[in-house]
């Protein structure tokens, strides 16, 4: 059914533009009743058919089944002018935002077009990149939003955060995201906020995202109540590791460390 809106769209698209085009070229903003008639007659005719083959009805039905496509059009045109709306998007850029919107849908993902209009555009002012990226990133977000509860918005700017502070790319970011889901380390309901807090300080003792998730998932194992403990722990080593004060000199003496030394791998 995605498939099959996702073509009668691009149709209607270029129906549209074929208006615009007719309207330019005479630099008139209207067409001639009996021009437009016939243009309006094959749309409806192709609509006909593309509702028969999405619907599974008999001809009988053909009428259902275009109200049915009128209403997926007038929903479509609301997301897309919905989404360029919140994202301040370029007339350029819309274009890229349509084709995000219907990939995502033609692919079964959200509940419906405003849900997938508001997702595409969560990711874009989260996230950026490329019309593809985008699609990948929200397809990957609604995925975890359905599997684990997770709001769009947070899921994008935990993905994000992976991603600078680590170099990851969009799919092994959100695969971290679900694989540690699915480990329990969401079990308090802040792994994605942990995520958030604690990246940057495991990037600056020199260790990787798969790193953090194990630490966050060995704590989980044995029993510690919050992986927010473990990050925290991470995150103070950090600190007095390099302040220089007596008792941090003395706990590297009592570990058989040079503290000014090791204080330099701080930094």
């Given at each position: 059914?995605?498939?099959?809106?996702?073509?009668?769209?691009?149709?209607?698209?270029?129906?549209?533009?074929?208006?615009?085009?007719?309207?330019?070229?005479?630099?008139?903003?209207?067409?001639?009743?009996?021009?437009?008639?016939?243009?309006?007659?094959?749309?409806?005719?192709?609509?006909?058919?593309?509702?028969?083959?999405?619907?599974?009805?008999?001809?009988?039905?053909?009428?259902?089944?275009?109200?049915?496509?009128?209403?997926?059009?007038?929903d479509y045109d609301n997301a897309i002018r919905?989404?360029?709306?919140?994202?301040?998007?370029?007339?350029?850029?819309?274009?890229?935002?349509?084709?995000?919107?219907?990939?995502?849908?033609?692919?079964?993902f959200g509940d419906d077009w405003n849900d997938v209009a508001e997702s595409v555009?969560?990711?874009?002012?989260?996230m950026g990149g490329t019309s593809e990226e985008i699609k990948l990133a929200t397809k990957n977000a609604l995925a975890l939003r359905d599997t684990f509860g997770y709001e769009i918005p947070e899921t994008a700017r935990t993905a994000d955060m992976l991603i600078k502070q680590f170099g990851l790319d969009g799919a092994e970011a959100f695969n971290l995201i679900a694989q540690g889901s699915q480990k329990g380390l969401d079990k308090n309901g802040n792994l994605l906020d942990s995520i958030n807090e604690y990246s940057v300080h495991f990037k600056n003792l020199g260790l990787n995202a798969e790193t953090m998730f194990s630490v966050f998932s060995a704590g989980a194992a044995k029993g510690v109540f919050d992986i927010d403990k473990m990050g925290d722990a991470f995150k103070e080593f950090g600190i007095r590791g390099k302040d220089g004060s007596d008792t941090t000199n003395e706990a590297?003496?009592?570990?058989?460390?040079?503290?000014?030394?090791?204080?330099?791998?701080?930094?």
């Open positions: 059914m995605g498939k099959t809106i996702n073509t009668i769209l691009n149709l209607k698209d270029n129906f549209s533009k074929t208006l615009k085009d007719t309207a330019n070229n005479t630099n008139k903003f209207k067409l001639h009743l009996k021009e437009a008639n016939k243009i309006t007659d094959k749309i409806t005719s192709s609509l006909a058919k593309f509702s028969k083959v999405a619907l599974g009805a008999s001809t009988a039905f053909v009428g259902g089944g275009l109200a049915v496509a009128v209403k997926s059009f007038n919905q989404a360029a709306s919140s994202t301040g998007a370029t007339s350029d850029e819309i274009k890229g935002l349509k084709d995000a919107i219907k990939d995502v849908y033609a692919n079964n555009a969560a990711v874009k002012k989260t590297f003496k009592i570990l058989g460390l040079n503290a000014k030394k090791n204080a330099r791998c701080f930094c």
